[in-house]
């Protein structure tokens, strides 16, 4: 386990604390460790729901549609044509 060596202060009114001694004794833990692993726990849980995209099922049938089947690209078909028959770079 690593040596635990940075601080965070916190400013909690008596009814707040005395919440949180209750809750740490009830967890046979001290109140530091109660709060350090509740608001890890809690951080864990923010962090995670940051990484996810909700979005409506039909948006998401629409989004997989247009990625398993994309519109032609003429424009972009053009200039990849053109560009081959037009080498920058001589092959020996």
């Known amino acids: 386990m690593a040596t635990k060596t940075e601080r965070i202060e916190a400013r909690l009114s008596p009814d707040e604390r005395a919440l949180i001694d ?8 001290s109140s ?25 099922a039909d948006y998401f049938d629409q989004l997989q549609s247009a990625l398993d089947d994309p519109d032609s690209a003429p424009r972009l078909t053009r200039a990849a044509a053109k560009a081959g028959r037009n080498a920058r770079i001589a092959r020996h």
């Open 32 to 56: 530091s460790a109660f709060l350090v692993s509740a608001a890890v726990d809690r951080a864990d849980q923010v962090l995670a729901a940051s990484m996810v995209t909700v979005t409506p």
């Open 22 to 29: 209750r809750a740490a004794a009830v967890t046979g833990t």
